[in-house]
Each structure stands twice: as C-alpha cells, then as structure tokens.
Nanobody, 124 residues
Framework: QVQLVESGGGLVQAGGSLRLSCAASGRTFSNSAMAWFRQAPGKEREFVAGFSWASSPYYSDSVKGRFTISRDNAKNTMYLQMNTLKPEDTAVYYC??????????????????WGQGIQVTVSS
C-alpha cells in the first residue's frame, strides 16, 4: 500500500521559511515525477513545484526563486524548502506521485497518490 505523508507545515510570519517533507512508503519514486500542489480556501488545487518525468525541477511562476524542491532517493522522501514566504502562500500543501508514467506532470489529474495535506499559514 502506497502512502505519502507530509510534515513540516505550520504558522510563520511573512518573510519567514518552512521546509515541507513528503515521505513515501510502499514503493519507490526515485525515477518518477513527483510534485507539490496547494489549495487555498475557495480556490482550485494548483501546481507549486515538481520533478518532471526526466527528474528536472519545475516551479510555478508564483514561487520561482523562493521555493526549492529536492529529493533524497535513499530516504524515498521529497522536500520543499519555502523561503521569503508571503501571506498568499497560505494554503494546504499536498505531495503527489503517479502510479504510472506519462501525462502532464504539472496537472493534478496525472497523479494517483496524494498525501493527507498539511497546513501552511503565513501571517502578515
């Protein structure tokens, strides 16, 4: 059974930093696309950052230059370092992984496994 478990969220002031972790179990995703999405109240889930099928990192324009995605294949864990946080970054953050291969790695529909979500709140 595949599980993704996020950790590291919380409350931080604007300008601060947080690091999210996504620990995977049940299978390895070292050669797979993986991604972070977020969903704010009243808004659709949106792509934040992820690894393409070629394992290249990509970022949404809203977080580029502030967030860094990384992965530790030995630990089967993905990270999201979030710096210079803004109130508009407030959302529930989800990590996601696919069952197979292919599709747009920035689209939520391409992912089959999701973490439970973790709250990130940035105060102004």
């Amino acid at each position: 059974q595949v599980q993704l478990v996020e950790s590291g969220g919380g409350l931080v002031q604007a300008g601060g930093s947080l690091r999210l972790s996504c620990a995977a179990s049940g299978r390895t995703f070292s050669n797979s696309a993986m991604a972070w999405f977020r969903q704010a109240p009243g808004k659709e889930r949106e792509f934040v950052a992820g690894f393409s099928w070629a394992s290249s990192p990509y970022y949404s324009d809203s977080v580029k230059g502030r967030f860094t995605i990384s992965r530790d294949n030995a630990k089967n864990t993905m990270y999201l370092q979030m710096n210079t946080l803004k109130p508009e970054d407030t959302a529930v953050y989800y990590c996601a992984a696919p069952r197979g291969y292919g599709g747009s790695f920035t689209a939520a529909r391409s992912y089959d496994y999701w973490g439970q979500g973790i709250q990130v709140t940035v105060s102004s």
